[in-house]
């Protein structure tokens, strides 16, 4: 399985930036697809997911924000970020779950400047 995220960059507080993720495989093989965020010296957090039955989650920091989505035809999975903070400022994972196996993508920098 193979992840590959893109669409990582630099903006100014309160714009918007939308991040990919393209899957290798077919979207609907694995449980769920979700993104999670991780700054220098600390452990990566969930922002959120979407699972095979299209149902969306959120972390708490990022609802009403951020809005996860897929098209099932080009095996790619996304991320909208509006409203962007500097605390948003981190790598970017894509993490694929399918049973006991988890897959993650190399990770894509986004950056908040205030």
């Known amino acids: 399985v193979r992840l590959v995220e893109s669409g990582g960059g630099s903006v100014q507080a309160g714009e918007s930036l939308t991040l990919s993720c393209a899957v290798s495989e077919l979207l609907n093989s694995f449980n769920n697809i979700g993104w999670f965020r991780q700054t220098p010296g600390n452990q990566r957090d969930f922002v959120a997911q979407?699972?095979?039955?299209?149902?969306?989650v959120y972390a708490d920091s990022v609802k009403g924000r951020f809005t996860v989505s897929r098209t099932l035809g080009f095996r790619t999975v996304f991320l909208t970020m509006s409203d962007l903070k500097a605390e948003d400022t981190a790598v970017y994972y894509c993490r694929a779950r399918r049973g006991p196996g988890i897959y993650w993508g190399q990770g894509t920098q986004v950056t908040v400047s205030s």
């Open positions: 979407i699972d095979s039955s299209s149902r969306e």
